[in-house]
């Protein structure tokens, strides 16, 4: 709308001044403070249309959130929970987390965009100054302040009977042994227990996908098979807490292949297992690349070579993964010949 | 005397239903003093001053929907098999949590969206609060008296993010318990009593069977508590302090210029409130947030590629990534300096941002009271310094996603690992001197603007031949705006020998601090803003040009 359309009697009859009166331009001090600038008018304050205009645009917003908020309901009872919408371009989505997020992300939207038009349009936006004050008290405050102290302390003799000061601060020092004593039962002591798995001399490998005892005929060159022990069975009340440290992974390589003598040593035909629990922080190793025999750690990239002892590569893990000694029973089984000779998983202060 | 007959007493009487109300509560809560001071509380216009409200809101969008959430989640570790309504999962072992949250998800009707909103406002809490802390830190808004309140902000900054991460366990799926059991091999990391730390936090062996029941308490109880009284205790600094301004016309140190809270802020921030949870709503309505029925439920020995944490603790996950594996065995003892350091460099490289306001009014000396804002560029060294350490938080964070780096930008995972841990040491350091340079080129701009005006693109032929580009000499309150900062002269110890060859002492301290004040005042780090007599000299001598 231009200024023509505006009302004659709507006009001010001169822009009117904030506080602090404008100054002229200051002829000593081109750079002194000038003061608020004059109010500008909006179109609003001048024109009732165009504020009538901005009020039905806020009760409009209100309305439709008001409709939303109806919406909300009505997706509630009537959208089946199990239904799958297509809405480009997003994608597949639950119809009835879009039908219930976008009526209440509306309703929410338009109380807001409302109450945000109106202070933006409708009410004053003549700017006000205020004073500000020091927050340090003033000189008296501070000396009344600190006198006051004294005489409190003085009163309370705290400063002179030192026997009662000391016994106090000794008391309260105390005290809280009594809630730090009461955390000791939060968990057993380490003793040994990072240091043992549940395999020993005679487990069996079990196929972790199967479920069955592992031959050596099962593991076939290039693949990467885990394992866990005989008798861990996921129902296992602390079946987490075992397989944390015992799940295994079993490659076979060409036994011409293997650089390390150790490992050869201890490997079956080829057949290596080693501990699956990165020595980094822990995570369980899953990537295996055939050509080179490495291992890959997919939370932090540490790599082994399963080739070399399982020495590390590349990547933040401290030392090699543990091997686990493995053979074959009479039945034709592959068998754990002891548990891992060092801890399994991340390195911690008593591992040695 | 009875009151009840006074004339004054009788003319309440009649007041309205509203203001006898108000007088009620006066009476026993003492309001109109409390509304004297606050009602017409004048609070100024800046678009960065939000950046504040969005945290506020964020925060209480993740109460409100964390309390609904409570009432379906079971946090509990037993291990149950699924029967919900979820067909790929049927029969699949998982712990209570797992059960629960699938539950909150397909048989909560708008469980789903709540889960989704509780978690986007945490990932936009933390935001907001990073940004937040940045606009503070780049404006000076930290200065005395407002060093408290800054440190108020960062402990929320802090506990938000130990928040974020008990919470985003809690549902026990294969991607957070992948994260829980990396806090819980960086504390085992720890010399002497890492070990045992950890025994107690897990309740044994990792994962034992309470972990998700204790950070169940952390996050909705012990954290929040204090995150809200802190909250509260910024809330009412900022209003004890009163907002500061940037520097204008009729905006001074003494002032605060803007619009009351009531009505134009009650209006402004109360439906700013609704905004932010309107966009949260829509976010979550659209965009699908941690779908752990896709992630499944923890199992130690199984894994996803690609596991990241949620972006603020990327930060912690970047450090870990690129730390070589540094281990030293001795005396029957390890130092797991690899996994160590990094634990170590966390909490560091959060403290020197805290604690940097008290470095920099050491350096200053000043004691006074800060209420206008500094542009960024007027403060060079200390933008730079911002800018140095934004630099080392997102090399870090790149750090912390160099699998994804790697497979999307088809770029050697080993390569983005180096590329990382050169970046931590040389990036802040180049950050530092461009943005130094960039912050004194726009000081010499501002004063080439005041002194010979503002560019108007008009070209101008003179009579002899010569183009020139006609300058338009700026208005007095941009003059003003331009000149209103404050630039500080280094401190001089002045000579360390008097006249008599006798050697003064100097404390080491005092020529660090010397030395400092040189890089942050000299003459390298500052342009010196225009004075008057230049102004005149330029303005009088032959006119604007």
Known sequence: MSSQDIPEENLPAEQDHAHGAVKVADEENPFADPGLPPHEHRIQ??????????????????????????????????????????????????????????????????????????????????????????IEAPAEVREKVIADFKQGAKESAIGRRKLIRNTMLGAVALVPLSGVMLLRDLGPLPGTSLRHTAWSKGKLLVNMNTNEPLRPEDVAVGSLTFAKPEGLEEHDENFQTEIAKAALMIVRLQPENIKDKRELEWSHEGIVAYSKICTHVGCPISLYEQQTHHVLCPCHQSTFDLSDGARVIFGPAGHALPQLRIGVNDEGYLEALGDFEEPVGPAFWERG | MSTANSPESRSRGKAPAGERLADWADGRLGIYSLAKANMRKIFPDHWSFMLGEVCMYSFIIIILTGVYLTLFFHPSMNEVEYHGSYVPLQGQLMSEAFNSTLHISFDVRGGLLIRQIHHWAALIFLAGMFVHMMRVFFTGAFRKPREVNWLFGFLLFVLGMFTGFTGYSLPDDLLSGTGVRFMEGAILSVPIVGTYISFFLFGGEFPGGDFVARFYSIHILLLPGIMLGLMVAHLILVFYHKHTQFAGPGKSNKNVVGMPL??????????????????????????????????????????????????????????????????????????????????????????????????????????????????????????????????IYMITLVGGGNDLWATHFHLSINAVTWFVRIGFFVGPVIAFVVTKRICLGLQRRDRDKVLHGRETGTIKRLPHGEFIEVHEPLSQEALHTLTAHEQYQPLEIGPTVDENGVERKVKATEKLRAKLSETYFGEESQIPKPTVEEYKEITSGHGHH
């Open chain 1, 45 to 134: 304050d001048i024109d009732e249309r165009a504020a009538k205009r901005s009020e039905r645009t806020v009760a409009l917003l209100f309305t439709v959130s008001m409709l939303a908020t109806i919406g909300f309901i009505a997706s509630y009872v009537t959208v089946p929970d199990d239904k799958s919408i297509f809405v480009f371009p997003i994608g597949h989505l639950s119809a009835m987390n879009f039908a219930l997020g976008l009526t209440l992300g509306v309703a929410l939207f338009c109380i807001g965009a409302g109450a945000v038009h109106w202070a933006r349009t409708l009410m004053s936006d003549v700017e006000i100054a205020d004073e500000r004050h020091p």
């Open chain 2, 262 to 391: 009531l009505p134009v802020y009650m209006a402004k921030a109360g439906g700013f409130f609704f905004l932010v949870f309107g966009v949260i709503a829509i976010i979550a309505a659209i965009a699908q947030i941690n779908p752990i029925w896709a992630i499944g439920p923890y199992r130690p020995d199984q894994v996803s590629t690609g596991a990241q944490p949620d972006w603020y603790m990327g930060f912690a996950e970047g450090l870990i990534r690129f730390m070589p594996g540094w281990e030293i065995n001795l005396w029957g003892h390890t130092l797991v300096l690899g996994v160590f350091i990094p634990l170590v460099l966390f909490p560091l490289v959060l403290a020197v941002i805290a604690v940097y306001p008290f470095i920099e009014a050491w350096i200053t000396g000043d004691k006074r009271e800060h209420h206008i804002l500094d542009r960024p560029r007027n403060a060079p060294t200390r933008t730079a310094f911002g800018v140095a350490w934004i630099t």
